[in-house]
């Protein structure tokens, strides 16, 4: 029984060893998750430990984790910070940056080596990548009329992303997306810049333009409709004066006096001057808008063509 005695003390040891070393394995082994990184430095350099675990000895390796998902960088151009355009139109824009680190040991080391475990916090993101981001919009947008960036707006992002590249020093350009695009307000321009004076002018022209263009359109409008209704007025009083004359006719073959036609002629005499004094009027109306646009709009603007009108419309009326 005795000579038993050292051999149960020898697997009594030898277990709580295993048992120690176990506990201590299991105190020293870091986890990460699926879209981490573990870099662990040591005696031997920097290891890379991508999606897996490894051992930390305490007081020999010294580990940090580094975020691999997909981070989000907001870019806000707006007010006096907005893009200038080709035709110098400021515009506001916000869009949002997609990027992910290429998950390789290489780029993950590097990354660690200039940046640390915060290169995928949002401040070191926009320190980073916010100026370069900007930079490539306003090249962009002076190739471009406002009117065009919202009509080619995919073209824009497209050429944006070409200009800032794919590749950014272990990062990977995922996705840019333009939220908004607006025109810039105007108290945001200083008329003291040269480009932002050229671009108030710009919209100077163009907003008395379209003025002109509207009141045009209003002044056609209504003359169409008064044009309706005197036509409807004339063929009244045509068929009117059809009506005295057959029975002037009728009386005539009978031997019986003839109805008066003064009453009649009085009217169509009536409705053709209405329609002389319409036709002035419409013509004043819209000589002065068009005058009014040519004189606002310098030498950029555009004149437009006279509206036809029928000035012989009301002259259907023919005295018997």
């Known amino acids: 029984m005795e000579s038993l005695l050292p051999v149960l003390v020898a697997c009594v040891t030898l277990l709580l060893l295993l ?31 991508l999606r897996r675990g490894a051992v930390v000895l305490p007081f020999v390796h010294q580990a940090e984790v580094l975020d691999l998902s997909t981070q989000v960088l907001t870019l806000t151009l707006t007010g006096a910070q907005s893009v200038q355009c080709k035709n110098n139109l400021r515009a506001d824009v916000r869009a949002r940056v997609l990027l992910r680190v290429n998950q390789t040991a290489g780029d993950v080391e590097k990354l660690m080596s200039t940046l640390g475990a915060r290169a995928t916090t949002p401040h070191v993101l926009r320190q980073v990548f916010e100026a370069q981001f900007i930079e490539a919009f306003r090249i962009v947008f002076r190739s471009f009329d406002f009117a065009e960036c919202l009509q080619k707006l995919d073209e ?19 996705s840019l997306q333009v939220e908004q695009l607006s025109e810039t307000p105007l108290s945001f321009y200083d008329s003291s810049n040269i480009l932002d004076a ?24 209504r003359m169409r409709t008064a044009r309706i209704q005197l036509d409807a007025e004339v063929e009244q009083l045509r068929l009117e004066q059809d009506r005295a004359r057959v029975r002037q006719e009728a009386a005539a073959l009978t031997g019986k006096p003839p109805p ?32 009014d646009g040519r004189t606002g709009s310098g030498a950029g603007g555009t004149e437009e063509e006279d509206i036809p009108f029928d000035s012989g419309f009301h002259a259907g009326f023919r005295k018997t």
């Open 198 to 221: 050229m671009g108030l002018r710009v919209i100077a022209e163009l907003t008395t333009h379209l003025q002109v263009a509207r009141a045009e359109r209003e002044a056609e409008a």
């Open 19 to 49: 048992f120690m070393g176990g506990l201590f394995f299991w105190k020293c082994y870091r986890r990460v998750g699926p879209h981490q990184a573990l870099v662990v430095n040591g005696p031997s350099g920097m290891r890379v430990h």
């Open 156 to 174: 824009v992002r497209d050429q944006v992303v070409q200009v800032v590249g794919r590749d950014l020093s272990g990062f990977t350009l995922e």
């Open 260 to 291: 008066p036609l003064s009453a009649v002629d009085a009217q169509v005499e009536a409705v053709r001057a209405k329609a002389a004094e319409l036709e002035a009027s419409f013509r004043r109306k819209l000589d002065k808008p068009q005058a």
